[in-house]
């Protein structure tokens, strides 16, 4: 089985783009592509358009923006992986999916 490197990366909610975890988000972070805040409701893994004021923390009050940054004391910054990088241990064997396709049809 091939294996991916895999990152832990925070997505912006504005561009979409992977922002490299980095620490902690301050309220003054921002995305580097796009200059959005990355402090703000939409990237917290508490955000969720279901629940009560869109949020599964206990809050005491809503978050009127979402995209805007705020200093809520809940916020934890949403963390996804980013596998989509170079495959660990691909050093030219032919395992890869292309090679392992190219190889079905060689006579």
Not at 16 to 28: L, W
């Amino acid at each position: 089985a091939v294996q991916r490197e895999a990152n832990a990366v925070v997505r912006c909610p504005n561009c979409g783009r992977n922002v490299q975890a980095f620490g902690t988000v301050t309220f003054d972070t921002l995305c580097p592509h796009c200059a959005a805040p990355l402090h703000a409701c939409r990237a917290c893994r508490h955000f969720d358009t279901s629940a009560r004021w869109e949020c599964r923390a206990s809050i005491a009050q809503p978050v009127t923006e979402k995209s805007k940054a705020n200093s809520c004391p809940s916020f934890e910054a949403r963390l996804v992986l980013d596998a989509t990088g170079k495959r660990a241990g691909s050093n030219g064997t032919g395992n890869d999916p292309k090679s392992q396709f190219e190889n079905l049809f060689k006579r």
